[in-house]
Every structure is written in structure tokens, then in C-alpha cells.
């Protein structure tokens, strides 16, 4: 529910126009004073003490009203979240905006030899990006309107001159106005002078610091990009290599700052990937424990040509629309990381990078150039249509846990060559049991009968969770394990800040953790689902939970807690209240029967009958399968072949071995 409150001048009559403004700054504010419309009611989500301070000082100063939303607790008129709806928008229309900027061919010739096909779906991503917000912040005052008294015609004020030029030619909604302004201090010169003091940092760094000088490689490399770890036990980036038969030095591991773990890589992690003949290369100084270690750097040359064609073209603003600057700025941002990696793959001799992580397409682009590989795996139970995600699943070839999971990416704009079903790759330490069993022990002893697993989300304002739904879920489980003593409940957040961040929990929680049969998983952030499900009776997830589903291929029952109400999600069809539950109060009820009585539940968190549909294999080898792939890639570029004829070799290999069934060369971009 949206509530109102601000400070209202009764005196002003209100207009029929209704402002709507995301941040009340100075800048704002002015742009309503010197437009005549301090009269008018004013909407707005947040508000800066110097805005504070000069509103007060205003003669004239109206209504000023704030907006409080939860997205998750909001839904469109077909139902689903307006989280999802802003996102479609602004997929839309960055599919849409990018068609119409392609007609620029000057702009997109200067970036050759890059992929064309990837340089237009950098450009629908940054511009999806950059108009989400504003997507967002439409959809909350679509919702607000249809949801209260307000009449007459409503006005977006957005301080971003340049997106509301880009975004006015192909806005069509009669009911809604935009307006840009800019602020104060946002200056043309202010930009200039940043631009110049980056470059001076660069050349500085390059004479000053240690800079690692790889030695010359005659083989082909394998480049994995370092983002979840080494530890068996856990999610690895190089759970792969046992038993691929592949030369260790033939590896080189990429540390850089775009990984899951915040902190710094440890010295003992490199200390033992050089024991075990591993090379690896810092990209980022902060982004390893000992910065005395020398760094590998980029020069910025491999793409200097290229570059120069869009500087110049930049350099000429008074001629050009203030959509073409953007595009021409998109660009040139997106040369120079591509320029990055040209130099990376090639100082290394890379043919194939593996990256465990999302958004590659930079990655991808330069082995264009330097002629290999991009490799990706999936990461998650897909819970929407993905036709409007622009390049998170971008690669040549994608290993998948399943086949079923190759019809999404059919839908999909990643520009996927491939896909390779080869199960989860983490599946043999999904089946994994934890070292010890102290927490089973430490419930047991408390007089617990029945474990339950719960994986709460992500949540927040602008999400498809909301703070008031993760309360609800925790609260009904907490409370059933209050009530009843041989009930025992294993938490296991998505990241601790998740769990803490829910003020409203905390007595409830402190009272279940003092009868001994509530358990935090330690460390959570890092360990798998299964390390809490192996001691559980069941395991709930919220949403369509990729947690749950790495829960049941390890072994365990699970059931989806959908509070986002994704009903034509297939799971729906598979099994309606036994395997997900649109309702958390009535997934409590049929847990509660289930305990006393299995037999009165049938079915309820069994997939035996859809196991294949979540992993074609579940036989704990998907990390062989993948080894296996990637070696034949090497050695067809060990016999000098193509990127193209390497992917075929390797293709025709896993084929042979485990159907042609589990090759599945993907469609074009809708």
C-alpha cells in the first residue's frame, strides 16, 4: 500500500497537473519555480536537505507530498508484479530505441572488426539500463493513479536531459508527460577535465607500479575467470578440471574486482593454485590479499584506430543530436573493456575463457578478435519469460543442467550459439554431505522430530519481493516452531545483511533461536543449499527458488513458496500445491499434516517424477562432462582450427558420448 504524507500550504490552490519527482533536489525544485508550477501538488520518493531548506524559503510552495511503495506488494492489471512490468518497458524500449540508432551506420562501421550482432545488443543493454529507473518510477505513478483520487493529466520531472530526448520521440502514453532537467553543477568542462585526469592516472600506474609481464605462451591458454572459489566442497570455477586430462599450465585463473566474494582473494588460495601448476593474473590491485604482488595491466593500444574514429566523431557535439552523443559515448565505453580483454587474450595466447559469472559480453567481443571461446554455465532456475534480458547469459556455448532449460534461451537475446546439457555443475558437492552433523545433533537434542529448511530472496522497494512478504514467510515458520517443540527450523539467508535487514523479525527470531531449534547456517553466503537441506525433513524457498531446486537434485524434497504469484510458471502444472505454493499460510497447513501424517499429503515436495527435467543426468558428473568438452576445444586449437570448426570438433565429441539429443544449437534473437 502507498501511503501520502508531506507538509501542505493550504492557502495555494492545487492544480489539476500532478508533479511527480523521484529526488527533491535543488536542482528540481528550481526547474518547477522557474516553469511556474510551485502551485501544482508535487509527488515525490525522496528529499535532500538543501531542497528542504530552500522550499522553505519559496513564496509560493503547494503541496508536497511523499510516496512510500513496495513493487512487491503492488501488482498490474494482469497481476504480476510492477517489478516486472518496469522491466518489460524498459526492455521494450531499448529494443525498439536501439532498431532506430542502427540506422548510424557511420557509428557502428568505426567499431569494426567487433561483432556487429554484439556491439547492438551492448547498446539495447545500456539502454535498458539506463531506463529502468525511470521505468520504474512510471509504473508507480500508473499504479498510484489507478489506486487513489487523482485526476487530470500527470508530469515526470527526471534529471536526465539526454534520456528524455532519447525516450520522447517513442513515448506514446497520452496520460503520462516527461520532462528533463539538468543540475546545477553538471558541466560539460567538469567532464572534460575528469576525462584527462583518467588518463594522466593511467600513465602514471604504467611508470610507477610493477606491471606483470606475462611470459610468451606457445600453447593454447584456458582463461577462468575467478568468481565463486576453488573449494571442492562448495561452488568452484574450476570444479571442471579433474579428470579433463588438461595441462595445469595450460590454465590461467583471472582475479579481478567482478566476483561473488567481496573480499580480497586470499594468499594461501594463490599459494595453492601455484602449487598445483596453475598460472593466475591480477587485474586489480584491491582485489587480491597482498598488493605487493605485480599486476597485470592493459596498454590501451590493440583498438587505438577504432577508438580514434569515435573520438573524433564525439569530438564534434555541435553537430550532432544529443542521441547520437549518447550512443557515441555507449561505444566508446564499450571499445575500451573490449580493448582490455583484446590485450588480456592475447598477452596470455587465450583460446578459451571460462567465466562461472554473468554479463561476458565484453569478454566475448574481444576473442572475436583474437579468435576463441566464450564459455558460460547456467546459474539459476529461470522464474520469467526471458525475451526481455539483453546479454546476462551471453556466450558460444552455455552448459546447461537441462534440456528443458534450452527453451528459455530460445526466447532469449543473449545471441547463445549453443547449448550443452551436461547437468548442474556443482552437482557432485550438491550430494555432498557436510562434514559434520552438529547441527541435526544440536536439534535432535532439543526434542526436534521435524526439519525444516527455509531459503528466504532477495527483497526491497524496487523488487518483486518485498520486505513485508520476507516477514510473513519467516514469521509463519517461526511461529509453528514456537508452537510446537519437535519442530526444528534451519535458516539459510541468501546473504546474512538479508536476514539482519528485517527489523520487524528479531524478537520472534531471538525467541525460536532460544528454544534451541532454530539454527543460522554460519557463512551462508558461501555455502550450498544442500548443507542445510541434508539435515531437513523438507526445504521452502521463496519464489521460484533456484535454492530449492539445487536442494532436490542433491537429494532432498522441496517445495517453491511463490509469493511473487508467477502462475503460469511451469512448476504450476507439475504439481499446484505439493511442489509450489502461491500461499504461505497454506503451505504451513499442508507441512503441518504432512508431519503428522505423510500419507495425508501425497506428493508433497516429490519430484521424482521431474527430476530429469532439473538435471538430464542426476548422476553427480556434470563437472567431467564439461572437463571433457573444454579439453576438446583445446585440442582442436592445438591443431590450429577455428573458433567455428573447434566448436564443431567438440560438439560432435559430446554427441557421440552422450547423444545428440544434449547439443542443442540455439535460435536466432526474436
Not at 76 to 84: A, Q
Request: glycine share 6%; hydrophobic share 40%; proline share 4%.
Amino acid at each position: 500500500m502507498i501511503i501520502f504524507f508531506g507538509l501542505t500550504n493550504n492557502k495555494q490552490s492545487v492544480q489539476i497537473t500532478n508533479y511527480w519527482i523521484d529526488r527533491l533536489t535543488v536542482s528540481s525544485v528550481w526547474k518547477l519555480y522557474i516553469t511556474g508550477q510551485l502551485g501544482s501538488t508535487v509527488y515525490y520518493l525522496q528529499l535532500s536537505t538543501a531542497a528542504r531548506l530552500f522550499i522553505a524559503f519559496l513564496p509560493k510552495r503547494g503541496q508536497w507530498q511523499q510516496v512510500h511503495y513496495e513493487f512487491g506488494d503492488q501488482r498490474d492489471p494482469s497481476g504480476r508484479s510492477w517489478s516486472w512490468t518496469a522491466y518489460q518497458m524498459a526492455s521494450e524500449f531499448s529494443i525498439e530505441i536501439c532498431e532506430h540508432m542502427l540506422k548510424d551506420l557511420d557509428v557502428f562501421k568505426a567499431l569494426a572488426p567487433i561483432n556487429p550482432e554484439k556491439v547492438k545488443l551492448q547498446v539495447e543493454m545500456d539502454l535498458r539500463s539506463l531506463f529502468l529507473p525511470l521505468m520504474r518510477f512510471i509504473c508507480l505513478v500508473k499504479w498510484s493513479v489507478a489506486h487513489s483520487a487523482l485526476t487530470g493529466p500527470n508530469l515526470i520531472l527526471w534529471p536526465d536531459n539526454t534520456m528524455i530526448d532519447i525516450l520522447q520521440n517513442h513515448w506514446r502514453d497520452q496520460t503520462i508527460r516527461l520532462m528533463g532537467y539538468s543540475h546545477f553543477f553538471k558541466d560539460e568542462i567538469l567532464y572534460k577535465i575528469k576525462e584527462k585526469l583518467k588518463l594522466l592516472g593511467r600513465v602514471f600506474i604504467r611508470l610507477l607500479l610493477p606491471n606483470q609481464n606475462p611470459s610468451k605462451q606457445t600453447r593454447p591458454m584456458i582463461a577462468v575467470h575467478y568468481a565463486e572459489g576453488f573449494d571442492p566442497r562448495r561452488r568452484s570455477d574450476l570444479r571442471w578440471f579433474d579428470g579433463s586430462g588438461i595441462d595445469p599450465k595450460q590454465v590461467v585463473v583471472c582475479i579481478d574486482l567482478n566476483k561473488n566474494k567481496k573480499h580480497p582473494v586470499s594468499c594461501s588460495e594463490l599459494e595453492s593454485l601455484h602449487r598445483q601448476g596453475f598460472v593466475w593474473s591480477c587485474m586489480d590491485r584491491r582485489s587480491i590479499e597482498n598488493q605487493r604482488w605485480k599486476i597485470w595491466r592493459p596498454r590501451y593500444m590493440a583498438l587505438h584506430d577504432q577508438k580514434q574514429r569515435l573520438y573524433k566523431m564525439r569530438s564534434h557535439k555541435e553537430m550532432q543530436s544529443k542521441e547520437r552523443q549518447w550512443l557515441i559515448g555507449a561505444l566508446c565505453s564499450f571499445l575500451e573493456r573490449v580493448e582490455l580483454w583484446v590485450e588480456f587474450f592475447s598477452d596470455y595466447y587465450v583460446k578459451i575463457y571460462y567465466d562461472t559469472s554473468e554479463m561476458k559480453l565484453c569478454q566475448s567481443a574481444a576473442l572475436d578478435i583474437t579468435g576463441g571461446v566464450c564459455l558460460g554455465k547456467q546459474r539459476s532456475e529461470h522464474y520469467w519469460s526471458t525475451i526481455y534480458d539483453h546479454g546476462s547469459h551471453h556466450c558460444d556455448v552455455l552448459f546447461a543442467w537441462n534440456r528443458r532449460h534450452s527453451s528459455w534461451l530460445c526466447l532469449d537475446r543473449s545471441r547463445i550459439k549453443t547449448c550443452i546439457v551436461t547437468g548442474h555443475p556443482d552437482d557432485i558437492a550438491l550430494r555432498h554431505l557436510p562434514d559434520d552433523d552438529l547441527h541435526l545433533a544440536n536439534l535432535r537434542e532439543n526434542g526436534v522430530q521435524f526439519v525444516v529448511a527455509l531459503f528466504d530472496n532477495v527483497y526491497g522497494q524496487i523488487l518483486h519481493f518485498s520486505e513485508k512478504m520476507m516477514l510473513s514467510f519467516y514469521s509463519s515458520f517461526l511461529e509453528w516452531a514456537i508452537c510446537d517443540p519437535t519442530v526444528g527450523i534451519i535458516l539459510k539467508p541468501k546473504k546474512p545483511a538479508f536476514l539482519s535487514g528485517l527489523v520487524g523479525l528479531k524478537p520472534i527470531l531471538e525467541k525460536t533461536i532460544n528454544t534451541g531449534r532454530c539454527i543460522i547456517l554460519s557463512d551462508s553466503l558461501r555455502r550450498l543449499p544442500s548443507d542445510a537441506a541434508h539435515y531437513a525433513d523438507i526445504s521452502i524457498g521463496v519464489g521460484i527458488s533456484s535454492a530449492v531446486i539445487e536442494a532436490v537434485i542433491g537429494g532432498a524434497k522441496g517445495i517453491h513458496c511463490d509469493l511473487s504469484k508467477i502462475h503460469g510458471h511451469l512448476f504450476y502444472k507439475w504439481g499446484k500445491d505439493k511442489i509450489i505454493f502461491d500461499d504461505v499460510e497454506k503451505l504451513v497447513a499442508a507441512l503441518k499434516r504432512y508431519k503428522d501424517d505423510k500419507s495425508s499429503v501425497p506428493g508433497l515436495g516429490d519430484w521424482s517424477e521431474y527430476i530429469v527435467q532439473l538435471d538430464s543426468y542426476s548422476d553427480g558428473r556434470a563437472f567431467n562432462r564439461i572437463g571433457l568438452y573444454i579439453s576438446w576445444l583445446l585440442q582442436s586449437f592445438e591443431h590450429g582450427k577455428t573458433p567455428n570448426e573447434a566448436i564443431e570438433y567438440a560438439n560432435s565429441r559430446f554427441a557421440s558420448r552422450y547423444g545428440k539429443k544434449n547439443i542443442i544449437q540455439m535460435a536466432p534473437p526474436c
